[in-house]
């Protein structure tokens, strides 16, 4: 398979499953690049597209893009 192939299919599933959760697919290839954080109202559409509970897919975000937004804690 080509990198183009790869990268085509790459990018459609970024489209759907964007479209699913009703945001944009550039919004979500951020996320994925860890440069943003999903709203937390649209944690239970992600993880039901993604077929996981919130609470995996919040300890991957804090791996990944949540960073130490995760462990802020107002005073």
């Given at each position: ?8 299919t ?5 489209e ?24 937390l ?13 919130v ?10 893009c ?6 802020y804690?107002?005073?």
């Amino acid at each position: 398979m080509s990198s183009h192939s790869v990268n085509a299919t790459i990018l459609l599933s970024q489209e759907i499953l964007a479209e699913k959760i009703g945001i944009t697919q550039q919004a979500l290839a951020r996320m994925e690049q860890g440069e943003i954080a999903p709203k937390l109202i649209k944690l239970p559409e992600l993880a039901g597209a993604l077929q996981c509970t919130v609470a995996n897919l919040y300890h991957l975000l804090k791996e990944t893009c949540l960073g130490p937004v995760a462990d802020y804690r107002p005073r």
